[in-house]
T-cell receptor
Framework: DAKTTQPTSMDCAEGRAANLPCNHS???????VYWYRQIHSQGPQYIIH???NNETNEMASLIITEDRKSSTLILPHATLRDTAVYYC??????????????FGQGTELSVKP | GAVVSQHPSRVICKSGTSVKIECRSL??????MFWYRQFPKQSLMLMAT?????????EQGVEKDKFLINHASLTLSTLTVTSAHPEDSSFYIC??????????FGQGTRLTVV
């Protein structure tokens, strides 16, 4: 699976949009981009995933560049409860026969009042 | 979303004893489950992939005889840490994958070996 690169940490003001970047320049055509987050001392929580089109759900939006070498996770209105470590992962396939989720170091997002 | 339950959430055991951690998918069947370990201030490290009805596949450097994995049903996988030592103290997290390929994580088990 392709490797991802994320900033170690980011700050965001409460109520503002949080934009978390991820580089995955070696991504293959059959690899999806997944985002998870982990709040302290809990298991990771699924946020969103995509292949090449932009995706949006109730939690966030995922913007994938046309060449698929990078993506941005957008939390439109960050709250204090969004403070967590955010992991960008690329994984082969999205079905039941897809690859394993291998976690990198992630971005520690701190939402401040 | 789907729920994955891990038990216990916290356990303290004596050095040399064995500890079993359970991972259950509560509202879906999971042919594949994963076990991770996380040390303080570090990311999750995949230990093994557990497939229902077959032997687990361990990642490089993970001792299969020390970390016994059993996936006897479509809703339950167990991880047994045998002859635990203080260096095995860690946060253990399981993940279960549904038929659509979506992975859901348990709440984790904090193991402390004294």
């Amino acid at each position: 699976d392709a490797k991802t690169t994320q900033p170690t940490s980011m700050d965001c003001a409460e109520g503002r949009a949080a934009n978390l970047p991820c580089n995955h320049s070696t991504i293959s055509g059959n690899e999806y981009v997944y985002w998870y987050r982990q709040i302290h001392s809990q298991g990771p929580q699924y946020i969103i995933h995509g292949l090449k089109n932009n995706e949006t759900n109730e939690m966030a939006s995922l913007i994938i560049t046309e060449d698929r070498k990078s993506s941005t996770l957008i939390l439109p209105h960050a709250t204090l409860r969004d403070t967590a470590v955010y992991y960008c992962i690329v994984r082969v396939g999205s079905g039941n026969q897809g690859g394993k989720l291998i976690f990198g170091q992630g971005t520690e997002l701190s939402v401040k009042p | 979303g789907a729920v994955v339950s891990q038990h216990p959430s916290r356990v303290i055991c004596k050095s040399g004893t064995s500890v079993k951690i359970e991972c259950r998918s509560l509202d879906f069947q999971a042919t594949t489950m994963f076990w991770y370990r996380q040390f303080p201030k570090q990311s999750l490290m995949l230990m093994a992939t557990s497939n229902e009805g077959s032997k687990a596949t361990y990642e490089q450097g993970v001792e299969k005889d020390k970390f016994l994995i059993n996936h006897a049903s479509l809703t339950l996988s167990t991880l047994t840490v045998t002859s635990a030592h203080p260096e095995d103290s860690s946060f253990y997290i399981c993940s279960a994958r549904d038929n659509a390929g979506q992975a859901f994580f348990g709440q984790g088990t904090r193991l402390t070996v004294v």
